[in-house]
């Protein structure tokens, strides 16, 4: 099997982060990124739920809950009619 190098650039405090992180697993980062790889291409998506520091409320399982609660009562016929207020 052939390789290939790849390169990438990492702020250095999620590199010294992510090599404890691999560390305390056993493994190193060339291994860690090449798991990273196997399993993407095992599951053809990204092996994760990618998730961010600050998420968009409008997302949050809350809020999705009260939309769907919101269209099924308006597919009920029980929705109401309001003037939109413009600032």
Do not use: Y
């Not at 590199?15 to 493994?27: M, N, V």
């Not at 600050?54 to 009920?76: G, H, K, M, T, Y």
């Amino acid at each position: 099997m052939a390789t290939s190098t790849l390169q990438i650039r990492v702020d250095s405090d999620l590199r010294k982060d992510a090599d404890e992180l691999f560390a305390h697993a056993g493994l190193d980062m060339s291994s860690a990124i090449r798991l990273f790889l196997r399993q993407s291409v095992i599951r053809r998506r990204l092996p994760f739920e990618v998730i961010s520091e600050n998420p968009d409320p409008f997302w949050s399982e809350a809020n999705q809950r009260v939309l769907r609660e919101s269209i099924a009562s308006i597919e009920r016929g029980e929705g109401q009619r309001h003037e939109l207020i413009e600032p």
